[in-house]
Structure formats: structure tokens, C-alpha cells
């Protein structure tokens, strides 16, 4: 069966250091992957894009890395704020063309 | 720029009621725009694809029946969800993908409905 894998127990994290989140997929074969931010009761927010072809995007204190061998992306948070708290997810199109999301990891920042 | 505005942000509804939530896309037009559900600390599950002038497509599972969609304008989608009971609580979000964009653009979310059947 198709699946996207986060993982599902919260990041702590200092401030200041980096965070880094997983993002595992089976049985997709997926063109791009998209990350999303989302903050409690809200819509997720678009962060980062990178396509098959790419190993790495960055944006700002984002990097994003995507190994379509191992089936899997990295997110990492570099210099972490306590404003850079939420809910992470990831998603990616499947063989129809519908974007897909994993569960999102928690990140909590703490001063 | 690219602002979707969900409406209302939360309802509470008796059983048996529907209940009306809508999507606007405020500065862009969308063909396409998506209705998901999110239990707590789980994934977004797309439910149905909602299509500018023609019918919804729903995903496997999801009941046209229940789940009515209506996407009258390039601007605006409707999940209507009819005779609601309890286990339809849940947060439903909407999201619209730019119809100049391309096919791996971003989606544009709302802030969602917080929906609880009581």
C-alpha cells in the first residue's frame, strides 16, 4: 500500500539549533515534493518545492533534500526560533496528479 | 497575494442538520479547488476535487450524497454537509490551485471549518 511517513512524536528543540524532519514514502513515484507548515485551527501554509531532478532547495533558513533512491526527503530548520513552532508536513503528487500529505511532525521550539 | 478565505471558521450543528461551508479564492481564479478533513495529529484526507462547471469528483469512500459540492465560479466552491451527525466533526479544509499555474504549483489553503455535530 501506498504510504508517506512522518515522524509522528514532536521535535524539541532548542533555539538556535537545527531541526531536522523526516519525510519516508512507499509505493510513490512522485515527480515533485512539497513541504507545508500548519499551525494549530489554521490551513497549511506553502514552504518549499523540490522536484525529482533536484537534491537539494533552500529558502532562507529552509533546506530541503530529496533522495529518490532511498525514498525519502529531509527537512531541516537552521538558527530555530520559537516563531518557527508548528505542525510540518510533507506531501507529494501521486500517479493521479493529487497532492498527498503525511501526518506532519511537530516541531516545538523552546528559548 | 494567492489568499483562499474560508467561511465560517467553525460551526456547531445539531444532528440531522446540514451545515454550508464555502471557499473563495480572493485575488486568482481556480478551475480546481480540493475539500480535505483532518482528525486531530492526523494526515489531510483529500475527499473530493471540486471542478469549475462540472461535477465534483469524490475520492474512494466519501459519499456524493453526504459531501455535496458546488463549484458555480472560478472563485467560489461550497461543501454542503447534509443530514450531519456526530462522527461528521471534524476540521474541513479547503484549498485552490491557481488556474495559471502549473501542474506541481502549490496548493492555497483556507483556514478551515471547524465543524462539531452535536
Known amino acids: 500500500s501506498q504510504k508517506i511517513e512522518q515522524n509522528s512524536e514532536a521535535l524539541n528543540i532548542q533555539e538556535g539549533k537545527t531541526a531536522t524532519l523526516t519525510c519516508n514514502y512507499t509505493n510513490y513515484s512522485p515527480a515533485y515534493l512539497q513541504w507545508y507548515r500548519q499551525d494549530p485551527g489554521r490551513g497549511p501554509v506553502f514552504l518549499l518545492l523540490?522536484?525529482?531532478?533536484?537534491k537539494e532547495k533552500r529558502k532562507e533558513r529552509l533546506k530541503v533534500t530529496f533522495d529518490t533512491t532511498l525514498k525519502q526527503s529531509l527537512f531541516h530548520i537552521t538558527a530555530s526560533q520559537p516563531a518557527d513552532s508548528a505542525t510540518y508536513l510533507c506531501a507529494l503528487d501521486d500517479s493521479w496528479g493529487k497532492l498527498q500529505f503525511g501526518a506532519g511532525t511537530q516541531v516545538v521550539v523552546t528559548p | 497575494g494567492a489568499v483562499v478565505s474560508q467561511h465560517p471558521s467553525w460551526v456547531i450543528c445539531k444532528s440531522g442538520t446540514s451545515v454550508k461551508i464555502e471557499c473563495r479564492s480572493l485575488?486568482?481564479?481556480?478551475?480546481?479547488m480540493f475539500w480535505y478533513r483532518q482528525f486531530p495529529k492526523q494526515s489531510l484526507m483529500l475527499m473530493a476535487t471540486?471542478?469549475?462547471?462540472?461535477?465534483?469528483?469524490?475520492e474512494q469512500g466519501v459519499e456524493k450524497d453526504k459531501f455535496l459540492i458546488n463549484h458555480a465560479s472560478l472563485t467560489l466552491s461550497t461543501l454542503t454537509v447534509t443530514s450531519a451527525h456526530p462522527e461528521d466533526s471534524s476540521f474541513y479544509i479547503c484549498s485552490a490551485k491557481d488556474s495559471l499555474s502549473s501542474y506541481n504549483s502549490p496548493l492555497h489553503f483556507g483556514n478551515g471549518t471547524r465543524l462539531t455535530v452535536t
Open positions: 485575488d486568482f481564479q481556480a478551475t480546481t
Open positions: 523540490i522536484r525529482e531532478n533536484e
Open positions: 471540486s471542478n469549475e462547471g462540472s461535477k465534483a469528483t469524490y
